[in-house]
């Protein structure tokens, strides 16, 4: 694995994650330094170089594990309710001695850790990944923890995502998808037989997109106020079941119910609108049987009929829904604010597994948007709800996890707005 990283990057990333200085001397050399930790290391020690030469000898695969011929090391994210037992120990190792095989979990390895360095490239996106500034509690907490003098161990100890990850050792040459099958074989073993739910992180996306909600709210404890508002309480509780899973089908579906939550009383409002201007209308007649016909037909187009049962167009009242309740521009900013790069996808991506439009959010042209916007979030839906043989557009769990993972934060802010526009104040 060739990494587009240096040793003095590298320094560089570790000193913006623990908040310490860094120097770089004219000759290329350079100091890292935390006078609170009692931490200092220079390019003379080679500590990192010797880092970056090991994680040479290994490749990616599914995005999040690293692996060799002999060892395979992968982040997993605790599923655990935190009423029930959960994995608090700092390593759990079981060996296997007829097959050769050592399994781990405990915190990242050195490795490791400096490849999740070398995937982001501001600070903001290593505060998104878990990696921030630490509290007096936590300095004074990891000063009588450590040792020795070691980044990586600061790193370990100060960051605020946990990076526990599953490590397997073979004595002898294992392929990637056996490791793949050993690793769920162990963490199916430790649910079975502990009662802990661990689950591999297979995208970054999964731990960074906490992380950037975080850090869009800003909020401290010390700085909460109490509600000025009351919200709907069927509202607030698909909201908050999505908010507290991790995985993103739940997560969609839950934001979903949200605005679900309104279509049928905005479709039949906006049905005695049409009904109303037709029939007041100077032109209709009640006596003349083609004004009747009319308006009948007018009636049946926005209705549906399934089993004898009449029902109205779902992706219709999503529209009215959204055309009622989302600020497009507020949208598009908090979108811009969440991820920048976000924008430019939607307008240029449809979704690969559901085969929904793309959608300008930027676009001055409010009808057009709103109903693509629709467009995307109802196929997206259908695709998720709908997984019988045949059906050619149907979301299968993780294969296609990465793409919904970039439509749930939309619906996100869509749904917030929805719950904060239909708010009571006093």
Known sequence: MQLSITETELARRIAWALS????????????LSHSRLGLSMSSAEDALGATLGELAHYSIADETALISDTSYEILVQEESPSHFRRFREDRLCVTEQDDGLEYELSPASDAYLAWLLSTVQTQREMRDLGFSFMSNMRLERLRSEMESANPFQALR???????????IRSRTKTTPRRFQILGSSFLFHIAFNLDIALVPVRFLEEISSRGRINRMRRSRIEE?????????????????????????SVQFL??????????????????????????????????????????IDQIKRSLQIRSETITFSESEALR??????????????????????LLEYYR????????????????????TLIKQLARRIYATRNALVHSKDGDKQRYTPFKDERALLSEVPLLRFISEQVIVGTSAQP
Do not use: C, W
């Open 348 to 367: 240029s991506t449809e979704v690969p597994f559901s085969k929904a439009p793309t959608v300008d959010l930027t676009s001055r042209d409010q009808q």
């Open 254 to 295: 839950s934001y979903y119910h949200v605005l679900e939550h309104f279509f049928e009383s905005i479709f039949n409002d906006e049905l005695v609108e049409k009904i109303k201007t037709l029939m007041t209308h100077p032109a209709f007649s009640y006596r003349r049987k083609k004004d009747l016909v009319s308006l």
């Open 20 to 31: 310490a200085t860094f120097d770089v001397a004219e000759d290329g050399s350079y100091v």
């Open 224 to 248: 909460l106020d109490p509600p000025r508002r009351t919200y709907n309480e069927d509202l607030v509780a698909h909201y908050v079941l999505a908010v507290s899973t991790d995985s993103p």
């Open 157 to 167: 100890t100060l960051s605020v995502h946990r990076f526990l990850t599953l490590k």
């Open 320 to 341: 009215l829904t959204l055309a009622k309740h989302v600020d497009t521009a507020e949208l598009t900013s908090k979108i811009n604010e969440y991820s920048p790069t």
